[in-house]
């Protein structure tokens, strides 16, 4: 079986690395916001070219703070898209703001920002676009209407650490940005993990507090906050993967020119080719029949993933936002036919070439263009 991810390949070529890093931190009995938190947060926030980081226990929570020190809550706006992981839309509503969705563009699949003016209201407080499968959203478009409208711009960079456009990276074009590092991202933890990159020491020193229950002190709790820290073994270990990142990413980023050669010879649409402004967290194809097509790969010994089955503004957790079917047609449509193939840096190029001959012999059947 070819697997989708293969955590266990990563342990196996960094285990050793990781398991001294996390022995020493064991036995140090430092185990919440020690001194590894504060040395990742510092070459994590020099990996991304920005002022500061902030080490979270999750990329919810990082969401979740980013629009409390923003400022924003109930009666404000924020837009977002509704092709995301549920996380980006659910941490909207903590804060008390309401969600307003805009549709993907069918090239990128991040945020249109042709849609932007018309989703802008008086309460319209911010814009979270979301870097989806690891690729940048059409930032420099997205910052113009940002600035002329005097908006927040909230990154969700969950799925793009290191992705960049002309030397700038995921999490630095907006106030903050917003990361994962649950064990299956680009960079992941032994467990939970999250973290926010901001330019501004002013919003970084409030998601420091807020994230240790809203403290300037010790028992001096001057905002309501949270416990949102990110434990010190898992900063060690995060400490350990990052020197690795960017060799993992140029893994990632052969792997998906094999896929994109590969597939155009096989005659099956892939996605756009990226360039530095992707990472590759998912190399996702559109196909018809996703479902059958998926079941032969299954078969045929390849597993794959879906991101995602069916976007938030019809999951029914979230039907009191009053949106419908059809509301978001590039969205809609994508959410039928996308598909993951596998992709991790420990994969071969035979591998690649495996999984399009198992695609070719499913039947798969290009998805007819979006546009
Ligand atoms: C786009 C996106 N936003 C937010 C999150 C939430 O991150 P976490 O699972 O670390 O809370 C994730 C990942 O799970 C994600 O993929």
């Known amino acids: 079986m070819i697997p989708f991810l293969d955590l266990q390949a ?19 009995g430092e185990y919440v916001l020690g001194r590894d938190v504060r040395e990742f947060e510092e070459e994590f926030a020099r990996f991304c070219g920005a002022r ?44 008390g703001a309401k969600p307003v969705f805009v549709d993907i ?9 042709g849609h932007l003016e018309k989703a802008i ?27 002329r409208h005097g908006l927040f711009v909230i990154e969700d960079a969950a799925q793009a650490h290191g992705a960049e456009a002309h030397g700038q990276r995921a999490g630095t074009f907006g106030a903050i940005g917003c990361f994962s590092f649950y064990p299956g991202k680009n ?18 020193d409030a998601i420091r507090s807020l994230r240790d229950w809203g403290q300037a002190g010790k028992y001096n709790h001057v905002r309501q906050g949270f416990n949102f820290r990110l434990d010190t073994v898992q900063a060690a270990a995060l400490r350990v993967k990052l020197r690795h990142l960017e060799a993992w990413t140029r893994a990632r980023r052969d792997l998906a020119g094999d896929y994109d050669r590969r597939l155009a010879e096989h005659g099956i649409a ?19 029949e996703r479902d059958q097509v998926r079941g032969r790969l299954s078969e045929l010994g390849v597993a794959t993933g879906i991101h995602y089955p069916r976007p938030v503004h019809l999951q029914p957790a979230y039907a009191g936002l009053g949106y419908r079917s059809g509301d978001f047609a590039v969205s809609e449509k994508f959410a039928a036919e996308t598909l993951s193939l596998p992709l991790f840096p420990e994969m071969t190029g035979q591998q690649v070439a495996q999984v399009v001959e198992a695609l070719a012999h499913a039947g798969a059947a290009p998805a007819a263009s979006a546009a």
């Open 10 to 28: 990563q342990y196996n070529s960094v285990g050793h690395e990781i398991e001294s890093a996390v022995l020493a931190v064991l036995r140090s």
């Open 52 to 95: 500061e980081a902030v080490a979270l226990n999750t990329g919810t929570s990082a969401l979740h703070l980013a629009l409390l020190a923003a400022g924003i809550g109930p009666g404000d706006e924020v837009i977002t898209v509704p092709m995301t992981f549920v996380a980006t839309v659910a941490a909207i509503l903590y804060v």
């Open 105 to 113: 563009d069918p090239v990128n699949w991040t945020l249109d920002p």
């Open 121 to 147: 209201t008086a309460r319209t407080k911010a814009i979270m676009p979301v870097h989806l499968h690891g690729r940048l959203a059409a930032m420099p478009a997205i910052l113009e209407v940002a600035e």
């Open 187 to 204: 960079l992941g933890a032994c467990g939970e993990g999250g973290a926010i990159t901001t330019n501004r020491p002013d919003l970084a």
């Open 270 to 288: 892939h996605p756009a080719p990226g360039g530095r402004d992707h990472v590759y967290h998912v190399y996702a194809v559109r196909v018809r």
